[in-house]
């Protein structure tokens, strides 16, 4: 599933005949490298697999009983269609807090030596900031540690008590697959390349959420271009350089 849709669609937008047609489209105007890309692939595999791991375990608890589960789609309707419109924007909060976890947090009273976001960072979160020229393959190109706290977002529903069908964490583990890959492909037309998470990847102290649920706006974290990053963090060290220092 992983190779047809993000392998297609970034074949279409960066090898297919129609390349040089779209051109004009693409948020970057420079082109990553096809090392870039081939990485690219290879750690969204492995993140695949991640979340794959995390199906079946949920697989595996519903089918042994050990998890309830409302087994007939009919018999809350309404509710189990209000938690599939909205999938997209309760897991939001879940991907804000893990991935502003893995930046560093940059508190005051905490030295820089002890910051743990800057630890998670070097260790974790650095390997998704390759991509400094996000495509489709970029999206979950991740960390296995990253890749399955980053999936960990389909067992939010059962986290806080709900029976819910096993259609809603698998939804919420496709679209957090597919909404990455396609944020990431790049392109303003057709794609749906995010600007405002292309920014994250320019400027990295700023954008850790999404636009349709504004957390940035509401913590201060939200940026439109470089001058904003400097107005957020003050005379604290942000952006890109800095991270590369750490």
């Known amino acids: ?18 390349k040089e047609t779209l051109r004009p489209f ?5 082109y990553p490298s096809l090392r870039q890309i081939k ?5 969204t595999t492995a993140a695949t697999l991640c979340g794959t791991a995390i ?19 009919n018999l ?5 269609l209000a938690w599939a419109v909205t999938i997209t924007h309760w897991r939001i ?8 976890m893995m930046h560093p947090w940059k508190w005051e009273s905490i030295p820089k030596a002890l910051d743990p976001g800057r630890w998670l960072y070097k260790h974790v979160h650095s390997l998704h900031h390759k991509s400094h020229n996000p495509t489709a393959f970029a999206g979950t190109n991740m960390h296995p540690v990253e890749a399955t706290l980053y999936y ?3 067992l939010l529903p059962i986290a806080f008590g709900f029976t819910v069908h096993p259609a809603i964490p698998l939804g919420c583990l496709l679209d957090c697959a597919i909404g990455a890959w396609l944020g990431h492909d790049g392109f303003q037309w057709p794609g749906s390349g995010d600007y405002f998470h292309q920014l994250h990847h320019k400027h990295f102290d700023c954008n850790f959420g999404a636009m349709h649920v504004p957390i940035d706006k509401w913590l201060g974290t939200f940026a439109g271009g470089k001058e904003d990053v400097k107005k957020i963090w003050g005379k604290r060290k942000s952006g890109a350089e800095a991270n590369k220092e750490d």
Not at 1 to 10: C, D, L, P
Not at 55 to 73: F, K, N, P, S, V
């Open 93 to 100: 909060p879940h991907f804000w807090l893990v991935h502003r």
């Open 76 to 80: 809350q309707t309404s509710l189990t």
């Open 55 to 73: 199906e079946i375990a949920l697989c595996h608890y519903w089918a042994t009983g050990q998890l309830r589960m409302q087994r007939d789609l």
């Open 152 to 154: 960990s977002a389909a």
């Open 1 to 18: 599933g992983t190779w047809i849709s993000a392998g297609f669609w970034g074949w279409f937008l960066y090898f297919s005949p129609l």
């Open 26 to 30: 693409k948020i970057d105007p420079n």
């Open 39 to 43: 990485h690219d692939a290879m750690v």
